[in-house]
């Protein structure tokens, strides 16, 4: 990963890149780049790294706000032999300082808004670090600045033993602190990235493609992404670095992507874009939707905007310690996933690489198909462990199976249908199959979440845009339903949210009923 820019740019790669903004290591260098200026930028980051003390080894820590660049950074520091962290800038301060202490980096790249932040909140996050770089801010007491490190060559690079740690990654951090996720060049990029890097028919990017990509770039998801991506030399790359459709929109008209990858929330706030009438994603062939569940009327009215004849999603399911785990398609025929098995049903294992396993929770015996029971899984991509937090890891672990924390059903056929994190399963109902239902009957509603206290029953929370809710209309959404309490409705701003765009459940339901307390044990979040 640290001359992959280089060995692109060596090939002659013609990809040129578009942003919805500058970058925030190269802040006047415009909005469009090509292969071999990005490889450049790269090789101009690391002689910064190198400036600023790093040395093969070395941990370097990377919070800023949301861009692309969060993996140049991490190819950076990776071409000097250093282990790069990234960790979102969406963590509290009092998070970030727990995830710093325990990464003790030799050095912290950040910017002055993030530690602005922090600070505000009490946390002086260049306080843990043994010496802190601010991209893009000159004159920050106690720390470096662009000045201060600019103009210096980087050394050659660092090669690593394939087993070793590569990148540090986070977990969402829906349940409370994140933990720290360490991959491999052999997990994450020779087990994960090589497998996307094959052009398989129908999903295999093209050379003619234009692909979108709308993500959180702290997460393993992208720096797999990059690797892949950059591997198959598609014709344009775009990224979008907020979910605002008014920002995005005139990026989008300008090139219209083919293959769109996005976190669920930048699907639902871009929405809007598929009603007008030259929608921006009329070319797109392939829909990809990972991190989180995809509610029914969003994945229909992403098809529906496409104008091609057969468009497909691409739904996966797996998490931070493992990469994908199963995956799946909808069709305009399945009725954007609510025909046959809908959208909780989450395919079947991926062929050869990865094997399921649903299990009593208390026995860890294996339960008949069709009942539900805690899912297990078994990949030769999972990570290495959890960073400071190895006895967590070990709990994890059943011999050569790995614990997801999440309650499912393994069906006859061999699809797994999700039921719900461990942790928020009511026995009740399933929370996700009841949410998707409510959306389907609120077409005002932007989100629906059900959250299972440790008593009383589940309580549902609508998110709409002017914060209202007709009751008439919420009575007839949750017929057929069990019991709920009473609704309540909320906008999306109100909504505690990971950097992507997960609902923190634990964090809303403390914040409604002023307990975290839920129906689940939560041993294995």
Avoid at 399 to 411: F, K, L, M, P, S
Avoid at 468 to 496: F, I, N
Wanted: charged share 25%; glycine share 8%.
């Amino acid at each position: 990963m640290g001359v992959l820019f280089d060995e692109c740019a060596d090939r002659g790669h013609g990809t040129t890149v578009h942003l919805d903004r500058p970058f925030d290591l190269a802040p006047d260098d415009g909005v469009h780049w090509t292969v071999p200026q990005l490889a450049a930028l790269v090789r101009e980051s690391a002689g910064r790294l190198a400036t600023a003390g790093v040395r093969p080894g070395d941990r370097v820590a990377i919070v800023k706000e949301n861009h692309w660049d969060y993996d140049l950074l991490a190819c950076a520091a990776v071409r000097l032999g250093a282990v790069p962290a990234q960790l979102s800038a969406h963590l509290s301060g009092d998070a970030l300082t727990t995830l710093l202490h325990r990464l003790s980096p030799k050095l912290l790249v950040t910017s002055a808004g993030v530690l602005e932040r922090a600070q505000r909140a009490d946390a002086d996050l260049a306080a843990v670090a043994a010496r802190t770089l601010v991209v893009d801010a000159d004159g920050v007491p106690g720390t470096l600045g662009p000045a201060d490190v600019r103009g210096h060559r980087a050394p050659a690079p660092v090669r690593r033993d394939d087993d070793a740690p590569l990148v540090i990654n986070h977990t969402s951090g829906t349940t409370g602190v994140p933990k720290l996720v360490a991959h491999s060049t052999r997990t994450i990029i020779g087990k994960l990235a090589r497998s996307e890097c094959v052009r398989y028919p129908k999903i295999g990017v093209r050379r003619t493609d234009t692909l979108l990509n709308a993500n959180s770039y702290a997460h393993g998801r992208t720096f797999c992404w990059t690797a892949s991506a950059l591997c198959l030399e598609p014709a344009r790359i775009v990224v979008l670095t907020a979910e605002d459709p008014l920002r995005a929109d005139p990026l989008l008209r300008a090139h219209p992507p083919t293959v769109v990858e996005a976190l669920p929330t930048a699907y639902i706030r871009l929405r809007p874009l598929t009603e007008r009438l030259d929608n921006a994603f009329r070319r797109v062939r392939l829909f990809i939707s990972t991190y989180d569940a995809m509610h029914p009327p969003v994945i229909r009215s992403y098809l529906a905007a496409s104008r091609r004849r057969s468009p497909l999603w691409m739904q996966g399911w797996g998490q931070t310690e493992t990469g994908p785990l199963t995956f799946r398609f909808h069709t305009r025929a399945s009725d954007g996933g609510l025909g046959g098995p809908g959208v909780r049903n989450l395919g079947r294992p991926i062929p050869v690489k990865t094997r399921l396993r649903v299990v009593d929770p208390q026995t860890f015996r294996p339960v008949p198909r069709g009942r539900p029971g805690l899912v297990l899984a078994r990949t030769e991509a999972r990570a290495l462990t959890y960073l400071g937090e190895e006895r967590r890891w070990a709990a994890k672990q059943h011999g050569d199976w790995w614990n997801t924390g999440d309650i499912a059903v393994h069906r006859r056929d061999g699809s797994v249908e999700l039921l719900d994190r461990e942790v928020d399963h009511s026995s009740l109902l399933s929370c996700l199959s009841a949410e998707d239902l409510i959306e389907e009957r609120l077409p005002q509603a932007l989100e629906c979440i059900v959250l299972t206290g440790a008593v009383g029953p589940p309580l549902p929370v609508v998110v709409t845009a002017d914060g209202r809710l007709d009751a008439q209309q919420w009575r007839a959404a949750v017929r057929e339903l069990p019991p709920l309490a009473e609704p309540t409705v909320l906008t999306w701003d109100d909504v505690p949210r990971t950097g992507t765009g997960k609902v923190r459940r634990a964090t809303l339901l403390k914040q409604l009923t002023g307990t975290a307390a839920t129906g689940g044990t939560g041993r294995w979040t």
